[in-house]
């Protein structure tokens, strides 16, 4: 019986990753073994509690005040001895994430398979995002398998010298998540509070646009509300304490911009849900925003999912204060606009990427996603 480590630390990778581990562990075939580096902690743990995951291994990693340098090291020498003690057949990691690194390179070092879930993402620039770009290309050089949600991202690794035998084009395991997460009729305070209001979502936390590219953004965001008394913001908002005190300079006293708590997975999926539209640097939401039909404005320079923009989804607005006024103040007066770029299609999946994977990994055949 094949043995699997699954590992991952951070909420996205375990939004992501948790319905291939209940994939896996659905199969009696594979022996399914899961480990966090606790990376992230109260926002992971509302996952793992979301999907019903238990893991059988918790690094807990986390500290306050961490650096990159923390997590790395803190993770290599227990990922080492964990390794030693489970032997596992194969090690999946996901994404571009310093846990997905760190566990990499110990795979390399103590030379055991690795699986690349959501391979082959680039934008060849090594700081954006950072540190992400970096780890996502040095998970790759390492790895054996390569799940890659898209033709792009196959085309990307087959450029890189990849070998194609190595790659499986899946689709993206963020779009089985929504099964789970999107309920019918759902209800919330922070909808009633939107109700007869245009809702807009905002996400925004990214280590290179600290500073003045995320003042840029809120100041946009705080022109458009100002102009437009027929939407509405709400703002889950990172638990770094330096976009938090941006984020209260610039947006903290106006009664229509609603900063939160970060939401658990099933109350923030079903927000986007009811979204108008959504503004955001992060990069699962543009992933799953084109199955809820939900235009993105993405506020970075550079994005590693071409494929939402190339479909029409997405639209890369950069980190200009006067660019993002302009692309927001669009999609909320041009209907024409509004309605092409929420009827695009999804390039990202079926839903079925974890059974493909699961497949993959015990020799079956399975139709991969194109």
């Known amino acids: 019986m ?41 926002m992971l743990d509302q996952v793992l509690d979301c999907f019903s995951i238990v893991p059988e291994y918790d690094l807990s990693v986390m500290k306050e005040k961490q650096t990159l340098f923390d997590i790395t090291l803190g993770i290599l020498p227990s990922m080492q001895e964990l390794l030693d003690k489970i032997k596992p057949d194969v090690v999946l990691v996901h994404g571009d994430t310093t846990s997905a690194f760190a566990t990499a390179l110990t795979c390399f070092y103590l030379q055991i398979p690795l699986g690349h879930v959501e391979a082959g993402l680039r934008t060849y620039d090594i700081y954006a995002p950072y540190p992400e770009e970096f780890n996502r290309q040095a998970v790759g050089i390492i790895s054996q398998y390569n799940f890659v949600p898209t033709t792009v991202s196959r085309d990307n690794l087959l ?6 035998d190595s790659i499986y084009i899946t689709g993206n395991t963020a779009i089985d998540a929504l099964k789970t997460t999107i309920i019918n009729d759902y209800d919330h305070p ?119 923009i190339e479909a029409g989804t997405l639209k890369l607005v950069g980190t200009n204060e006067d660019r993002i006024y302009e692309a927001f103040k669009s999609l909320l007066t041009d209907g024409e606009l509004y309605s092409k770029m929420s009827k695009a299609s999804n390039p990202y999946g079926d839903g079925n990427a974890c059974k493909r994977i699961a497949d993959i990994l015990t020799n079956r055949h399975t139709e991969l996603f194109e």
């Not at 992933?287 to 939402?308: H, N, Q, W, Y």
């Open 159 to 164: 450029r890189e010298g990849k070998s194609p």
């Open 2 to 42: 094949k043995k699997i480590l699954i590992v991952f630390g951070t909420r996205p990778e375990a939004i992501k990753m948790c319905p291939l581990v209940k994939e896996l562990k659905s199969r009696d075939d594979i022996e399914t073994v899961v480990c966090v580096s606790g990376q992230h902690r109260h």
């Open 190 to 308: 922070l909808l009633d509070w939107a109700k007869g209001s245009r809702l807009i979502v905002l996400t925004a936390h990214r280590r290179e646009n600290l500073g003045e590219p995320l003042r840029n953004m809120f100041k946009a965001i705080q022109r458009i509300v100002d102009e437009h008394n027929d939407i509405k913001v709400v703002y889950p908002i990172h638990m770094n304490p330096a976009v938090r005190a941006i984020a209260s300079e610039v947006l903290g006293d106006n009664c229509r911009i609603k900063i939160v708590e970060p939401l658990d997975v099933i109350a923030f999926h079903n927000l986007l849900a009811h979204s108008y539209l959504i503004l955001t640097d992060s990069g699962g939401i543009q992933e799953e925003a084109p199955s809820l039909g939900k235009p993105v404005l993405v506020m970075r320079d550079v994005t590693e999912r071409p494929e939402g």
